[in-house]
T-cell receptor
Framework: QQQVKQSPQSLIVQKGGISIINCAYE??????FPWYQQFPGKGPALLIA?????SEKKEGRFTISFNKSAKQFSLHIMDSQPGDSATYFC???????????FGIGTKLQVIP | NAGVTQTPKFQVLKTGQSMTLQCAQD?????MSWYRQDPGMGLRLIHYSVGAGITDQGEVPNGYNVSRSTTEDFPLRLLSAAPSQTSVYFC????????????FGQGTRLTVV
């Protein structure tokens, strides 16, 4: 049972285009929504995160959009570059310790 | 400042063998955790620790043991390896004030034959 559903599983985008990855959740106890970037052979790296009281957060070319009523959030990568080719994970955290539940990942390929 | 260091990077075990995956961090982080990553399943929490002497189970704890005798180290033990434990294992750490995993090691790729 996936608590955080992520789509698509793979994505091919032209250089300069916009990459969009979507996630949905059911558990309303989730109160923190991070995104991670993982290159082959490396551990995940925290990319950007948002709280549910904010509808959008932007850091450079990366933007999280959050829709609390729909229980959905998405990552937009503007002006996608070949160096952005990686696997991206959405996640959700809750509780005092903030256990983190991950989506299944999206493998992004940005082609020149 | 090495961050989170995992050893070994690769390991092949025979079914029934035991081994310990090592994890060490030099950032004085209170929280440490172990995840396994399997294709199509993302990362799943195995065990975590909120400080020396304190550990708890995550989503998939069966077949794994942990202990936390120091702030720096958080080893993961496989008592009797099974093919279902073939996976890539990641250790993570963060400060208590952080809301999500902040630093991951480079992973240990384990194959159980």
């Amino acid at each position: 049972q996936q608590q955080v559903k992520q789509s698509p599983q793979s994505l091919i985008v032209q250089k300069g285009g916009i990459s969009i990855i979507n996630c949905a959740y059911e558990n309303t106890a989730f109160d923190y929504f991070p995104w991670y970037q993982q290159f082959p052979g490396k551990g995940p790296a925290l990319l950007i995160a948002i709280r549910p009281d904010v509808s959008e957060k932007k850091e450079g070319r990366f933007t999280i959009s959050f829709n609390k009523s729909a229980k959905q959030f998405s990552l937009h990568i503007m002006d996608s570059q070949p160096g952005d080719s990686a696997t991206y994970f959405c996640a959700a955290g809750s509780g005092g310790y903030q256990k983190v539940t991950f989506g299944i990942g999206t493998k992004l390929q940005v082609i020149p | 400042n090495a961050g989170v260091t995992q050893t070994p990077k690769f390991q092949v075990l025979k079914t029934g063998q035991s081994m310990t995956l090592q994890c060490a961090q030099d950032m004085n982080h209170e929280y440490m955790s172990w995840y396994r990553q399997d294709p199509g399943m993302g990362l799943r929490l195995i065990h975590y620790s909120v400080g020396a002497g304190i550990t708890d189970q995550g989503e998939v704890p069966n077949g794994y043991n942990v202990s936390r005798s120091t702030t720096e180290d958080f080893p993961l033990r496989l008592l009797s390896a099974a093919p279902s434990q073939t996976s890539v294992y990641f250790c993570a750490s963060r400060e208590q004030s952080m809301n999500t995993e902040a630093f991951f090691g480079q992973g240990t790729r384990l194959t159980v034959v």
